[in-house]
């Protein structure tokens, strides 16, 4: 079954630091782009992070840019999001996301934009709270 299964999400003081795992089920994860995307209570999905199929620089959102750092392990197959200095700002659902054609690509990595992909994981909620 082609799936993808976020992990890590918890607790966690403002300050503190939580690590994000995106797991690839039935594919291999190295031929696509990935990107982090979270939602919070009341608002709109947007994009956090996205790292393409070509080992280009990673992309970051303005609000986590020196904060958060995503990166590949190819040999487990996951991509994964570094959070440092949480703010409670960051708490929300974050969700990976797959696409592998070059305009999903594009729309992902340049713009952080939500792309239309059945390679969707369920999210993992993380909480940055004293």
């Known amino acids: 079954q082609v799936q993808l299964v976020e992990s890590g999400g918890g607790l966690a003081q403002p300050g503190g630091s939580l690590r994000l795992s995106c797991a690839a089920a039935g594919f291999t994860l190295n031929y696509y782009a990935i990107g982090w995307f979270r939602q919070a209570p009341g608002k709109e999905r947007e994009g956090v992070s996205c790292?393409?199929?070509?080992?280009?620089?990673?992309t970051y959102a303005d609000s986590v840019k020196g904060r958060f750092t995503i990166s590949r392990d190819n040999a487990k197959n996951t991509v994964s999001l570094q959070m440092n200095s949480l703010k409670p700002e960051d708490t929300a659902v974050y969700y990976c996301?797959?696409?592998?054609?070059?305009?999903?690509?594009?729309?992902?990595?340049?713009?952080?934009?939500?792309?239309?992909?059945?390679?969707w994981g369920k999210g993992t909620l993380v909480t940055v709270s004293s």
């Open positions: 790292i393409d199929d070509n080992n280009s620089v990673p």
């Open positions: 996301g797959a696409v592998h054609d070059a305009l999903s690509v594009q729309a992902m990595c340049n713009g952080l934009r939500e792309v239309d992909t059945n390679l």
